[in-house]
C-alpha cells in the first residue's frame, strides 16, 4: 500500500483516539530511515504533551492498527509531541501563529530567493501572509510554500 494511503487510514484511526483525551492531532507520517520503517503520530494540547498522553494514544492506537492491520511489513509505532520548532500546518497553526515570526522556505525560487521571514499574518484564501521588516507584506500560494516555521529565539 502507497505511503500516502497509510498516512490517510492512520489520520482516520487516530483522530477519534485523540479527539476524545482533548488533543489535537497534528500530523502523521509513514517514513523509511535506514532498513526500518517509523509510523509517527504526533500530537499537542495547550500546556504541551508529556509522556503519559503519548502512551494513551500510542496503547488505543496500536490495538487498532492490530485489528485492521493496513501496514503488512514490520514498523515502530512513535507517538510524540512535535516539538517547539514544528512545521505550520493546519489552519489552526496559522491561527494560533498570527503575529509571531516565522521562516518560510519555497520548493522554487522567487526573485532569486527561496527564504523568507517576517511576521506571519496568516492564511488568507490559500496563501500565506507575511510581512517583512514590520511594513511590506508578501503572500505565497500554500502549494508553492515547502514549509513554515515559527523562529525560536533565545
Known sequence: MAKKKIEEIVEKLALPIVEKNSFELVDVEFVKEGSNWYLRVYIDKDGGISIDDCQVVSEELSDKLDEIDPIKHSYFLEVSSPGLDR?????????RNKGEKVELKLYKPVEGKKLFE?????????????????????????????????????
Open 87 to 95: 512545521p505550520l500546518k493546519t489552519e489552526r497553526d496559522f491561527e
Open 118 to 154: 517576517g511576521e506571519l499574518v496568516g492564511l488568507i484564501d490559500n496563501k500565506i501572509v507575511i510581512r517583512q521588516n514590520g511594513m511590506e507584506t508578501v503572500e505565497f500560494d500554500r502549494e508553492a510554500v515547502a514549509s513554515v516555521k515559527k523562529v525560536i529565539e533565545f
